[in-house]
């Protein structure tokens, strides 16, 4: 039975989490609870804070298994966590790296990507990595301590936080793969892989997965290896020689990712993902790019007839920020392209966003990455 099944990470240490009781009692907990649900239900976030208190009070009364409420409980506390760690550089652009623990100093896949994480802070972008050794230690020691995010994982076997950012604030550490997952997706701006084992292809196929499906924004995806080595190389072999003729993928999918042998193309392929495009959302059932350039009447007849495949009705408009987007004020400035998409291709979307990113810059135009 589930309730006989050990825990190996109890007791849970206060110095990881703080436990919500530690410096505040219940008694003192009252009055902003009664605060919190009397609030006005005109308030999307405090009536999101009553769904989930009523969602615990839903667990009591369905006398669930003590390890389940852990479960909960324990990943409630890590998000609460590490979302606070995170807040304070929200509008900082982050770049994620992947790799293996087991890279060696002297391997030229690890003096890639520390060279990749160095001329990373250069262009202004931080870096998220798992903290432990190998690549992620590499990356750290290129991007240096104040430009790097670590997201530790607690491990049967101990998996200590490398030098650079041991002790650091924006170390966090999470015992659940998941919300470990769901940090390095919600926190960063495009993801670097370079050679490593399973957690490297689980982590891999898994982006490519929530980029294919529409689960999560578009991304730069960037897989690196170092000249002499074909690590990528074969594993696209294998991902358009079987997956594709299979037609298990799509060809656009492949526009998904690229491959690099060094770190300046590397970079820049990060770097000219965001030259026009600045980000996107849904408002209803309509696509909103936005944009950093309008477009010219031209540009948008081009983008009309070149794309039309991804519309299910209608085409492209370009707008200016809608109602529903006043919650974004800081972006509100930028030019939208509108359109119905169909929610089937993102490779295709892809190319949209990059046929985008190559058009001709505004001359002297100096424009902010974030």
């Known amino acids: 039975m589930k309730n006989h099944i050990k825990d190996p990470f109890d007791p849970i240490s206060s ?103 160095r001329l990373l802070s250069q262009r202004g972008f931080m870096v998220i990595t798992g903290a432990g050794p190998g690549i992620m230690d590499a990356g750290h020691r290129g991007a240096g301590r104040d430009m790097s995010f670590g997201v530790n994982i607690m491990l049967p076997f101990e998996q200590s936080a490398n030098a650079t950012i041991a002790e650091d604030p924006k170390l966090v550490y999470l015992k659940y793969f998941f919300t470990r997952k769901l940090l390095f997706v919600r926190e960063s701006q495009a993801a670097a892989f370079f050679s490593g084992g399973f957690g490297t292809m689980d982590e891999a196929f898994e982006i490519l997965t929530l980029l294919q499906t529409g689960k999560s924004d578009l991304v730069p995806v960037v897989c690196l290896q170092a000249p002499g080595s074909d690590y990528w190389d074969r594993w696209l072999d294998f991902v358009a020689g079987q997956l594709l003729p299979r037609g298990l993928i799509s060809e656009s999918d492949l526009s998904l990712f690229k491959v690099f042998q060094h770190e300046e193309p590397a970079v820049q392929e990060i770097q000219n993902f965001y030259r026009n495009f600045h980000s996107s959302r849904f408002v209803g059932q309509q696509m909103v790019i936005r944009m950093r350039m309008p477009l010219t009447p031209h540009q948008l007849a081009e983008v009309q007839s070149t794309f039309q495949d991804l519309c299910t009705e209608g085409s492209f408009t370009q707008v200016e920020a809608f109602p529903q987007e006043q919650s974004e004020p800081r972006i509100s400035h930028l030019p939208r392209l509108a ?32």
Not at 347 to 369: A, C, F, I, K, M
């Open 339 to 370: 359109f119905n998409y169909h929610r089937r291709n993102a490779g295709r979307l892809r190319q949209l966003v990059d046929w985008l990113n190559g058009l001709p810059q505004e001359p002297h135009s100096s424009r902010p990455l974030n």
């Open 15 to 117: 110095a990881e989490i703080p436990s919500e009781a530690q410096g505040e009692s219940f008694n003192e907990l009252l009055p902003k609870l009664e605060a919190l649900l009397s609030g006005p239900a005109s308030d999307l976030r405090m009536e999101l804070l009553r769904e989930m208190i009523a969602g615990v009070v839903k667990y009591h009364e369905q006398r669930l298994d003590v390890l389940d409420i852990k479960i909960v409980n324990r990943t409630l506390k890590e998000l609460r966590h590490a979302f606070k760690v995170f807040q304070p550089y929200e509008h900082c652009l982050k770049v994620s790296i992947y790799g293996s623990a087991r890279t060696s100093p002297d391997d030229p896949d690890f003096q890639l990507a520390e060279r990749f994480g």
